[in-house]
């Protein structure tokens, strides 16, 4: 998983590996076989050119793979995908929050229009190749079911979500509470490409309309039910509007 993604989706190049210097050999006049300089001659003629040329033109190749791509190379199947390489991991941790242990009042500063936030930086190599994964999961996905959306959700985040049915075509996302500002951003956020306007990446249906989005804790309160989840003990599910 060093790559970003996992093992299986790693492409084996290995039986293209060929010896071209033996190859050569082979294909020798049988009167040149026991000659040693001639041998000699072929090998170094063969090692120094096509032998390096093939072995870059496989090593490129396989560079161009996903598993394997960095950089410029991963920007381009990005690109061939539609999955730019949008700011990644948003870090809110400056300014104030309610209920956040070390953001509370007279601890951090209120956010305001035009601040910046920080820690906004583009996608490591590692977190964009599962962004493409998934940007090529949702080209893929026919009905955007609720099943589909909840498991590409928990491919691409690592984390559970849901959604619940407001109105004809209205629905609200379910999240975890803990679910960070990067995660949030990516299930709610839409985006323009050079193929379409307000392209999600979660595959959500045509003229879909998000509402809220309600977090839920992980003992939430729920009525005539011990175990944590009763009043004083279980934490009430809170809801904001997008």
């Known amino acids: 998983m060093s790559a970003g993604i996992p093992e299986k989706f790693r492409i084996d190049f290995s039986a293209y590996g060929r010896d071209l210097v033996r190859q050569a050999w082979s294909r020798m006049l049988s009167q040149f076989w026991a000659s040693p300089v001639m041998k000699a001659f072929v090998a170094a003629l063969i090692r120094n050119g096509p032998q390096r040329a093939y072995d870059g033109i496989v090593r490129q190749q396989e560079a ?33 929050t309610p209920d956040r242990a070390g953001q509370g009042f007279d601890q951090a500063p ?15 190599d590692s977190e964009y190749r599962r962004m493409i994964l998934a940007r090529i999961a949702c080209n893929f996905c026919r009905f955007a079911s609720g099943p589909e959306m909840a498991y590409l959700a928990d491919f691409a985040l690592g984390r559970k979500a849901g959604w619940r049915r407001v109105g004809p075509m209205e629905c609200g996302i379910l999240v975890e509470g803990t679910v960070s500002r990067t995660h949030l951003d990516i299930l709610t956020r839409s985006g323009t490409t050079t193929a379409a306007d307000d392209v999600f990446a979660i595959p959500y249906p045509a003229t879909l309309n998000l509402s809220a989005v309600t977090f839920l804790p992980k003992s939430p309160f729920i009525f005539d039910r011990g175990g944590g989840h009763q009043a004083d003990a279980g934490a009430f599910a809170v809801s904001r509007k997008l």
């Open 64 to 96: 161009n793979t996903l598993f394997r791509a960095e950089g410029f190379n991963l920007d381009a199947i990005g690109r061939i995908v539609g999955q730019p390489r949008v700011p990644h991991r948003y870090d809110d941790s400056k300014w104030f």
């Open 110 to 124: 209120f956010w305001v229009w035009n601040a910046p936030v920080t820690g906004n930086q583009p996608a490591t």
